[in-house]
């Protein structure tokens, strides 16, 4: 069965971080492109980061852009979004999603093939 499985999200402080992290099972991740998504309350789904298969530098959103880092262990099979200097705007649930082929449209949900069930990081003091 092919699954994406999100897990890390949390309570945080203002300024505090946190690591996400996306484990695949069923498939193997480095043949994907590989995109975080976000929700907040009240909001559409945005697309804040994508890393495609074949490596190089990720892309990312203004909003999220200096803050988070997106990277991939392909022996762990596991994507991970580092999140650093965290805002209460960033609270949202957090999705990652997987793409077959090439990382165009990575920030469309609509392009995504797989997606895991998310994981909630509130901002809050």
């Given at each position: 069965q ?6 890390g999200g ?6 505090g ?6 484990a695949a ?6 043949n ?6 976000r ?5 559409e789904r945005e697309?804040?980061?994508?890393l ?6 990720p892309?990312?959103v ?9 990277s ?6 596991t ?9 209460p705007?960033?609270?949202a649930v957090?999705y990652c999603a ?5 990382s165009s449209y ?5 392009a995504?093939?797989?997606w895991?069930?998310?994981?909630l990081?509130?901002v809050?003091?």
């Amino acid at each position: 069965q092919l699954q994406l499985v999100e897990s890390g999200g949390g309570l945080v402080q203002p300024g505090g971080s946190l690591r996400l992290s996306c484990a695949a099972s069923g498939f193997t991740l480095n043949n994907y492109a590989i995109s975080w998504f976000r929700q907040a309350p009240g909001k559409e789904r945005e697309g804040i980061s994508c890393l495609s298969s074949s490596g190089g530098t990720p892309y990312y959103v203004d909003s999220v852009k200096g803050r988070f880092t997106t990277s991939r262990d392909n022996g762990k099979n596991t994507v991970y979004l580092q999140m650093n200097n965290l805002k209460p705007e960033d609270t949202a649930v957090y999705y990652c999603a997987a793409k077959r082929g090439s990382s165009s449209y990575c920030l469309m949900s609509s392009a995504m093939d797989y997606w895991g069930k998310g994981t909630l990081v509130t901002v809050s003091s």
